[in-house]
Each structure stands twice: as C-alpha cells, then as structure tokens.
C-alpha cells in the first residue's frame, strides 16, 4: 500500500524555523513535492525535488527561505523552512509521482499525504 505521511509542523513564531518531513512507503517515486493551502485559499505549489536530487524547484515566495532535501535511503523528503512568516501559516501535504522533473502542477503528482498543520504567529 503506498503510503506518504507528513510529520514536523506545528506553531512558530514569525522569523523562527520548521522541518517538515515526507515518509513514503509502498514504493519509490521520481518526483516528491510540497503544496501547501492557507484558509481561504486555493491550494498552491511550495517546491518539488527529483529522485537524484539534482533538480528542484520553488516558488517564488519561498526562494531563498525554503529548502527540499532527500534521503532515498529513508525514502523521506525533508522541507527545511527558515525566516518564517505569517503567510506561510497553511496544511502543508506532500505529493509524489514519477516524471522525471519536478512540477508546480498538480496534474504529475498521482499520491498525496494527509498533511500537517504550519501555523506561523506574528
């Protein structure tokens, strides 16, 4: 059964950090990503990586702030997020899939977690 569950939000004072984590299990995928969606809003990319590593990608809200890592070894994603601000405040889920290069579309992504709660206090 493939399975992807988040872990390490939680609340956090504006300009501190979080690691999120993205443990997927069932198998292996090419693409992992983050998405996060705010009350109110629709939901919208936050950065993806490939299965080497070598390529990821971010949105331009979080260039510079956010970090997406991996350890194929653990099969887990890592979402390091530093200078936090109330606007990142949002469930965060991760998403997997197999293209080759990470996307900001939702369509490449055919797994998703349940997601874990980012609340950013100002």
């Known amino acids: 059964q493939v399975q992807l569950v988040e872990s390490g939000g939680g609340l956090v004072q504006a300009g501190g950090s979080l690691r999120l984590s993205c443990a997927a299990s069932g198998r292996t995928f090419n693409i992992i990503g983050w998405f996060r969606q705010a009350p109110g809003k629709e939901q919208e990319f936050v950065t993806g990586i490939s299965r080497s590593g070598g390529s990821t990608l971010y949105a331009d809200s979080v260039k510079g702030r956010f970090t997406i890592s991996r350890d194929n070894a653990k099969n887990t994603v890592y979402l390091q997020m530093n200078s936090l601000k109330p606007e990142d405040t949002a469930v965060y889920s991760c998403?997997?899939?197999?293209?080759?290069?990470?996307?900001?579309?939702?369509?490449?992504?055919?797994?998703w977690g349940q997601g874990t709660q980012v609340t950013v206090a100002s």
């Open positions: 998403a997997a899939g197999q293209i080759t290069i990470p996307s900001m579309s939702r369509g490449p992504y055919d797994y």
